[in-house]
């Protein structure tokens, strides 16, 4: 099993900046994208932002110009880096990993709150 620990949610003001952190540990063999998902009250799960092996990565038009996903290899580690942070931001943010080898295998980690409020 794969465990994945998220932390870096909080409350912040419109403008203001958030940073996301999510760690990975267990069984990990050959992960193909770490990435970010948000789901807001009443919404259904989105893509944030997401990054594949060798580096490319994948925004929602809502994200980009905005928020920067990087990850660390060597750490099993990704962040996700928001700014200009606006009230429709506000949402449960949860890191997702994807493993391949032969299937694919997704992982979810529990979720951290993000409110953007003055």
């Known amino acids: 099993q794969v465990q994945l620990v998220e932390s870096g949610g909080g409350l912040v003001q419109p403008g203001g900046s958030l940073r996301l952190s999510c760690a990975a540990s267990?069984?990990?063999?050959?992960?193909?994208?770490m990435g970010w998902y948000r789901q807001a009250p009443g919404k259904p799960r989105e893509l944030v932002a997401a990054?594949?092996?060798?580096?490319?990565?994948n925004y929602a038009d809502s994200a980009k110009g905005r928020f920067t996903i990087s990850r660390d290899n060597a750490k099993n580690t990704a962040t996700l880096q928001m700014n200009s942070l606006k009230p429709e931001d506000t949402a449960v943010y949860y890191c997702?990993?994807?493993?391949?080898?032969?299937?694919?295998?997704?992982?979810w980690g529990q979720g951290t709150q993000v409110t953007v409020s003055s």
């Open positions: 997702k990993l994807t493993q391949r080898r032969i299937r694919t295998y997704d992982y």
């Open positions: 267990g069984s990990i063999f050959s992960i193909y994208t």
């Open positions: 990054m594949f092996n060798g580096g490319s990565t």
